[in-house]
T-cell receptor, first 112, second 117 residues
Framework: LAKTTQPISMDSYEGQEVNITCSHN???????ITWYQQFPSQGPRFIIQ???TKVTNEVASLFIPADRKSSTLSLPRVSLSDTAVYYC?????????????FGKGTTLSVSS | DSGVTQTPKHLITATGQRVTLRCSPR?????VYWYQQSLDQGLQFLIH???????AKGNILERFSAQQFPDLHSELNLSSLELGDSALYFC????????????????FGSGTRLTVV
């Protein structure tokens, strides 16, 4: 399974755009990139998933360069409620017995 | 409500005891995954079941076991409990594991907080 590297923590202010970059140099051809958000004492929540180029939904955008060795989660105009841990995961390929492995994630702190 | 139901929400028990955590996956999901989250270890993958069959094992202790029943609900059994087993236990479900291009991620339940005293 591809290992991911992302910053341990980030700080931001309300209204700013936040970009969290994740490195995954050993991503496999069939692997997708998925981001989750987790609030304290809650289960992780799926935010966005992509394979290549750019994906956008109502919550975030995901930018993936052509070599797919990294990805950037972009959160537009964050609010205090976006304070959470964000996990970048790579996997979901069609191999029996695989499961998404979570790293330490990035703790995003949003201040007023 | 994510559609994944975990019971109980809280559990306090003594060392040496045995407990069972229950998970009902989202309707239509065939895969169930169990994760353990403690303060110092982050989210640790324990075990994966697909349509009643064990598919993958992660960092699951021998004192722990799980199964998935014909109705697709799953139970995680924790025995000979130790203080270090205190953690949040999450269950997640997905449609299936087979095809990455249709795997839109996991849906997690709200967890069971286990406290061993």
């Amino acid at each position: 399974l591809a290992k991911t590297t992302q910053p341990i923590s980030m700080d931001s202010y309300e209204g700013q755009e936040v970009n969290i970059t994740c490195s995954h140099n050993n991503i496999a051809t069939n692997d997708y990139i998925t981001w989750y958000q987790q609030f304290p004492s809650q289960g992780p929540r799926f935010i966005i998933q992509g394979y290549k180029t750019k994906v956008t939904n109502e919550v975030a955008s995901l930018f993936i360069p052509a070599d797919r060795k990294s990805s950037t989660l972009s959160l537009p105009r964050v609010s205090l409620s976006d304070t959470a841990v964000y996990y970048c995961l790579v996997g979901g390929s069609n191999q029996a017995g695989t499961a998404l492995i979570f790293g330490k994630g990035t703790t995003l702190s949003v201040s007023s | 409500d994510s559609g994944v139901t975990q019971t109980p929400k809280h559990l306090i028990t003594a060392t040496g005891q045995r407990v069972t955590l229950r998970c009902s996956p989202r309707s239509g999901d065939l895969s169930v995954y169990w994760y353990q989250q403690s303060l110092d270890q982050g989210l640790q993958f324990l075990i994966h079941y697909y349509n009643g069959e064990e598919r993958a094992k992660g960092n699951i202790l021998e004192r722990f076991s799980a199964q998935q029943f014909p109705d697709l609900h799953s139970e995680l059994n924790l025995s000979s409990l130790e203080l270090g087993d205190s953690a949040l236990y999450f269950c997640a479900s997905s449609v299936h594991f087979g095809d990455a291009r249709t795997n839109y991620g996991y849906t997690f339940g709200s967890g069971t907080r286990l406290t061993v005293v």
